[in-house]
């Protein structure tokens, strides 16, 4: 992929490497900083690298959220980069942090990552519908937030898998911005 697509920032999530393994990786893919947050118990660490030609600021990382602001010259805009709960009842954390975050964001802002939930039943293939009522929280963080779907190419689906004997396709990676 790094011989194709060199991005200015790459976000790992859920890595279960040492901080010294993935600040080599960060040295071999050729990115100049990085920015690590260490896990809480079992979960995996995130790591955010960045070319040097940005000048980055720190606001909030936690858990599941890497929030930056960006500086290239003139230009700032900011960015989340957001791992979202896979557990489904302890993601309106990550929402709130997220309302709470940008609540009173004007900047260009831009939220990213694998965020582990869907808008509706349309981005799922497979596998049971959910009821309406569970997409709630999510479309409410979307909509408090400000934030538009980011139109991306490829396929939707970023994730497959199997659960109880049924292929399921889901759209869990997206980007955001609001404006």
Not at 13 to 19: F, I, M, P, Y
Not at 143 to 154: N, T, Y
């Amino acid at each position: 992929m790094r011989r194709e697509h060199f991005s200015d920032f790459m976000f790992l999530l859920e890595t279960k490497n040492s901080s010294n393994h993935v600040l080599g990786r960060q040295r071999e893919l050729g990115y100049d900083k990085a920015h690590i947050v260490d896990p809480e118990g079992l979960s995996g660490r995130l790591a955010l690298f960045r070319k040097a030609s940005y000048t980055v600021e720190g606001l909030h990382s936690d858990k599941r959220i890497i929030d930056v602001k960006v500086m290239l010259g003139e230009l700032s805009f900011l960015i989340s980069f957001v791992y979202g709960d896979p557990v489904r009842h302890l993601r309106q954390v990550v929402w709130d942090n997220l309302i709470e975050i940008g609540s009173n964001r004007e900047d260009a802002w831009l939220v990213i990552g694998d965020l582990n939930e869907l808008v509706d039943n349309s981005e799922k293939l497979g596998g049971p519908h959910r009821e309406e009522a569970s997409f709630y929280s999510f479309r409410n963080m979307i909509d408090d937030c400000g934030l538009r779907e980011v139109q991306c190419s490829g396929n939707k689906f970023s994730w497959a898998g199997e659960r109880n004997d049924e292929y399921i396709q889901c759209c869990l990676d997206r980007a955001l911005g609001n404006t």
